[in-house]
């Protein structure tokens, strides 16, 4: 079983990889919308720092929809899915691989870009390890949430406009606990709470989401 | 009845509130019932459709 | 597991038309009668409230269609899933019929709500509230539901990946509400807007009683109706449906 997962995960960053220039375009995404608020805004310094949490984590979820395309439609088109699928390794097995490479491939950049994008917005350096960790358990959630948007929409020809209207609502709690827990790190609050409720959220979209993603694969192939 | 069409001067929240929910749900009605119509119309025209070939007699050549 | 006989027969799309079709002017009638009853009875009967006067009286129909709201996407996801785990087509045409009359009622609730707010607490929309954020986030759940079935041509198709949609939405709903009221209580500004109204007396607890009744029963007569189209929709050329039709022509 560990075999199958490390084919398709090594298969998926080979692939990701053949066409690396695509993999910055979440990035200059992310870029360019924190960058339209304080045009759109005119903040002062300490209105930066208010902003500057929203902004930033409005602006990974907005980011993290735009490399969809990578998860499932690549592979459905040229029937690699279906392969896949028929294969004795269990779905479940396959998505979690395609998770894995998804989120090193494409979430794990833009974590690295928004504590940078942070100092921007004159967020402390002190409160930038507490963002880390809030990004880090974030993260699978987000990917699975996402994966859920590509998988329930992969057999639709122009699937990629409604994906943001299906999967941005659902991430209102990561965005609400993420942000908190921002917001308590620059102000050298504890910040327990909204990270354990983080990893909570982390564990639930782990072990219920790839069911989910597994079942829309399967139905949205046949 | 004034009084009551102005409830203390908040008639225009409280009646434009009921009216609205009222609106709705006479819209939900009104094309529920248009659309059942039109599918029934429907299925009519396909009932039709294959009840005319049953319809012809059949002829027996005796030889 | 032995299922009872009413639960096969509910399977059968025959079944449950006829049954509409019988229950239905029943069930409208009572619930339009219900709704009649406690709307005027909440207009013109009850007292004046002693903090909010007048206004007060949107109390009859914000949190009523508020309720009906969630429950329609618990309807809508339960049907769903059982549409999809026992592959009851009959199923899935409820979920269908129980989505766009949920995100009416939902619409509803906050239009009455920022209505309500606007004499109360001096204005209409305050994206603190914790009400209004779940109600707000309720009325996208459904709205990406219905593009998502409107986005396939294929209906057996949409049926099951909306079923998973739904499915993880009514996972999401708890949570959702659960995260923003305590994310909300936290600020101290807009807690203003908290607080369920004006404290309820019985002149005022009956009328309130009977319109949740109301606006309730309607809810499941709508739903009958959109279920009764959906089924002639979907069965269109079946024989049973014959006799239905305008101007028999079975």
Redesign the interface.
Known sequence: MTDAFYAVFARDLRVAFRRWSELAYPLVFFAIVVALFPLALSPTAAQLRDIGTGVLWVALLLSSLLALDGLFRGDADDGTLEQLLMSPVAITVTVFAKLAAHALVTLLPLICLVPLMALSFNIPVAALPTLAVALLLAAPTLSVLVALGAALTVSLRRGGAIVGLLVLPLTGPLLIFGTRATDLGVNGEPTAAPLFFLAALAALALALGPLAIAAAVKVGLE | MIDFIQMGGDGAYVWSAYGITLAVLIVNIVLVRARHRTALRRAREIAAQTEVPRRQPKVHRVQ | MKLPRWFHQLGSPPYVYRLADKLGPWLGGLGCATLAIG?VWG??IAP?DYQQ???Y??IF??PQ?AYVGMMAYGVMAVAAAIGYIWRLKIAHAVAVSAA??GA??T??AL??GA??G??TWGTYWQWGDPRI?SET?LL??F??YL??RG??DDRD?AD??TA??A???V??LP??HY??E??NS?HQGPTILRGDGPAMTTDMLLPFLITVLGFTL?FYW?LL??L??EI??R???ARW??E????S?A
């Not at chain 3, 239905?244 to 101007?247: K, N, Q, T």
């Open positions: 709307v207009l013109a004046p006067d007048e206004v009286r949107i129909i914000h269609t766009p009359i009416w009622f619409f509803c239009v009455t209505i309500w606007r004499p954020m986030l996208f759940l709205l990406g593009a998502l986005a396939f198709k099951k990946i998973i949609l499915v993880v939405g996972v999401n949570i959702i995260s923003v305590w994310w936290l309607t709508l109706r959109r009764q189209a002639v929709e069965e269109g050329d449906l014959r239905f039709l305008p101007g022509v």
